[in-house]
């Protein structure tokens, strides 16, 4: 069972970045997922997390109007859309699942995910 994130990468301010989430070993579409970040120095982080069925989402307040979660479920993979990318979203992003399909704890908390990603590094230049 993995989660594999990808799309990283160098933007500059006012850029945009789009993140993958796809996942080997069990079907994604039938979890919660969410993505996380950790920038240099601090803990991690929400960002955003959407319900298996795609019908709910969280996205933080600081991203809030900038980033988008959705998910294709045909596809098995869950994106982030990241825009108007501002220096302070300079992280290293993950994606992770809880333990059990259909699950999800109503918030979207570290402790309420049991898969994670590998991570990657967004970099945000000013």
């Known amino acids: 069972v993995q989660l594999q994130a990808s799309g990283g990468g160098l933007a500059q301010a006012g850029g945009s970045l789009r993140l993958s989430c796809a996942a080997s070993?069990?079907?994604?579409?039938?979890?919660?997922v969410g993505w996380f970040r950790q920038a240099p120095g601090k803990e991690r982080e929400a960002v955003s997390c959407?319900?298996?069925?795609?019908?709910?989402?969280y996205v933080a307040d600081s991203v809030k109007g900038r980033f988008t979660i959705s998910r294709d479920n045909a596809k098995n993979t869950v994106t982030l859309r990241m825009n108007s990318l501002k220096p302070e979203d300079t992280a290293v992003y993950y994606c992770a699942a809880p333990f059990s399909p259909h699950y999800y704890s109503g918030a979207c908390l570290e402790r309420g995910m049991g898969y994670w990603g590998n991570g990657t590094q967004v970099t945000v230049s000013s």
């Open positions: 070993g069990f079907t994604l579409r039938s979890y919660a």
């Open positions: 959407i319900t298996w069925s795609g019908g709910s989402t």
